[in-house]
């Protein structure tokens, strides 16, 4: 006769149920941002009612405060790992490495989602002092990862815009891997880690000159004061997320009433989507300038890359981040700007193919170099917060630059 199952003494069930709560916290709060996510949705997914969650967490404030302290203590695992290997592009791969593996597990349902870091000011204080005080410190972290022979001669600007970068290829490779088959996710982050170190341009290829400054970006919008509150709408989801982003707030940014909000959008998901639009015409426009610049492909790559990051933090700019697409009002709408964005790296591989062909890059997986400048370029609006001062000229040289020849390559 078999055994009954012992009960779990109850602190182990306190435990395991907070641990699930936190799962579902996380997926939820992925998928519909901290403050489009409820209490009440989030119980539901793990059979609990509303008031048995603030059993655990009193609010949801409290619960998603946990979910980014979580997440930030997972990170800091895969820092710890990376630290111990002896130079600065092997901790590089180490940190990449072991962040696909377990995204590889994650696809595999083995290991429950964690919480992305890019919603993370919609917090109230004084949740947000305190998370994001444990990011910046994982954050610097990373950047005692750049510590090495290898990086003398950089600059404080030089050692925070290539710890930005490397930190956003990072988080951007959640975004794009599961394209890949699981047991692939380590062979593919260490292709991602050999980009990321070494660059792709060709030994006999210089930076050229002036790159992206000549762009004249033209908008579809209808006036001055559509464009601008597209571009305060833009900013402010950026900052606070979809719902975070209040119709006061965006027509406060540009001074205008909340009814000529609603005299130039029907709703606020009409906004959002127009914002999308107006983000995917940028690029668009890029690609083309680049184009018809001339150049070989290595040119015309740094042309439009460049000539992104310096929108990014132009009065022109920025582009709406890719996170946003969450805030999309409808599975349709959600679906089509995934499918935009997908061609609009998918473009940029074609560029990294063309150049590979003409000689003017050295040979690597141009699906992995796309997205690698895919997501430094969706990651220069937020360069500022980690080196302040910089201009779009400076932003070309300490951020993009490295991006594009490797973070090996010398300062200058």
């Not at 950047?143 to 710890?163: F, K, M, Q, V, Y």
């Not at 460049?306 to 709408?333: D, I, K, N, W, Y």
Request: overall charge positive; charged content about 20%; glycine content about 6%.
């Amino acid at each position: 006769m078999q055994s009954p199952t012992p009960e779990l003494p109850p602190s182990s069930r306190f435990d395991e149920r907070r641990q699930a709560l936190l799962a579902a916290a996380a997926r939820r709060f992925n998928e519909l941002g901290v403050r489009g996510a409820t209490l009440a949705v989030i119980a539901g997914d793990v059979g609990l009612g509303t008031s048995s969650v603030t059993y655990y967490y009193r609010r949801k404030e409290d619960l998603a405060a946990a979910c980014f302290e979580q997440a930030v203590a997972l990170h800091d695992e895969w820092v710890c790992q990376a630290a111990v290997e002896s130079s600065l592009a092997l901790r590089v791969e180490a940190l990449l490495v072991a962040m696909a593996q377990r995204l590889a597990e994650i696809d595999c349902g083995r290991h429950p989602q964690f919480l992305q870091f890019n919603d993370i000011r919609a917090l109230p204080q004084p949740h947000l002092q305190r998370v994001f005080g444990l990011y910046t410190a994982w954050w610097r972290r990373v950047r005692d990862l750049l510590s090495g022979p290898e990086t003398i001669g950089w600059t404080r600007h030089d050692r925070n815009a290539r710890t930005h970068l490397l930190v956003s290829v990072a988080h951007w490779l959640r975004v794009w891997i599961g394209r890949h088959e699981h047991d692939d996710f380590p062979r593919v982050a260490r292709r991602l880690a050999a980009v990321v170190l070494h660059g792709l341009s060709a030994s006999d290829q210089g930076w050229p000159d002036e790159v992206g400054r000549t762009m004249a970006w033209q908008t579809a919008a209808g006036s001055p004061a559509q464009e601008a509150f597209l571009r305060a709408a833009t900013e402010l989801v950026n900052d606070q997320g979809f719902r975070g982003a209040s119709v006061q707030a965006i027509a406060a940014r540009v001074r205008l009433s909340k009814g000529s909000y609603y005299h130039r959008h029907d709703t606020k998901d009409d906004l959002v989507v127009a914002c999308f639009e107006r983000s995917f015409a940028l690029q668009r426009q890029a690609f083309v300038a680049a184009q018809e610049a001339g150049g070989n492909g290595w040119q015309r790559t740094c042309e439009a890359c460049a000539a992104l990051v310096r929108l990014q933090l132009s009065v022109e700019g920025p582009l709406l981040r890719s996170t946003a697409t969450s805030a999309l009002p409808t599975a349709e709408h959600r679906r089509a700007a995934r499918r935009t964005q997908m061609r609009l790296t998918e473009r940029l591989a074609s560029l990294l193919v063309e150049s590979m062909v003409d000689g003017s890059m050295r040979p690597h997986d141009p699906a992995v170099g796309a997205q690698v400048l895919a997501g430094a370029v969706n990651a220069a609006s937020e360069l500022t917060r980690w080196v302040p001062g910089l201009d779009p000229a400076d932003a070309v040289r300490v951020y993009l630059r490295p991006a594009m020849t490797g973070l090996l390559a010398p300062a200058r």
